[in-house]
């Protein structure tokens, strides 16, 4: 009896894979998409100094001058924030850690 399950369920088996099946198509064309870059923006609050939040730029950012430093910093206080930074998601979260890390106010990362 055994047997003769077995041979019915490999009839049935054998019925389903008799029709022919189609595999998907693949497409030729590969679409490269960059990585988002994101924004490290600094907001203005009630006790940082002129001089601290442009030294933590100078300190933290990355070819940061003290003159475009200085702009940011009034950008922050004249505007209520300044991104101060654009790239990868990786050094963004790096950039943004250590300023907060020295007492900015700052904005969560978003994509640029």
Same mark, same amino acid.
């Given at each position: 009896?055994? =047997?003769? *399950?077995?041979?019915?369920? /490999?009839?049935?088996?054998?019925? +389903?894979?008799?029709?022919?099946? /189609?595999?998907? *198509?693949?497409?030729?064309? *590969?679409?490269?998409q960059p990585y988002p870059n994101y924004k490290v923006i600094v907001l203005d609050d009630d006790f940082n100094t002129f001089q601290h939040?442009? #030294?933590? /730029? +100078?300190? $933290? =950012?990355?070819? +940061?001058?003290?003159?475009?430093?200085?702009?940011?910093? #009034?950008? @922050?206080? $004249?505007?209520? %924030?300044? *991104? @101060?930074?654009?790239?990868? %998601?990786? %050094?963004?979260?790096? $950039?943004?850690? %250590?300023?907060?890390?020295?007492?900015?106010?700052? &904005?969560?990362?978003?994509? &640029?």
């Open positions: 009896m055994v =047997i003769e *399950t077995n041979v019915g369920i /490999l009839a049935s088996i054998q019925g +389903m894979t008799s029709s022919p099946t /189609l595999a998907p *198509t693949r497409s030729s064309q *590969t679409v490269n939040v442009a #030294n933590c /730029l +100078m300190k $933290y =950012i990355p070819g +940061m001058s003290s003159d475009l430093a200085w702009e940011l910093t #009034n950008q @922050v206080h $004249y505007e209520g %924030q300044a *991104t @101060v930074w654009v790239g990868p %998601q990786e %050094q963004a979260e790096l $950039y943004h850690q %250590q300023l907060s890390r020295e007492g900015l106010t700052m &904005a969560p990362l978003e994509k &640029a």
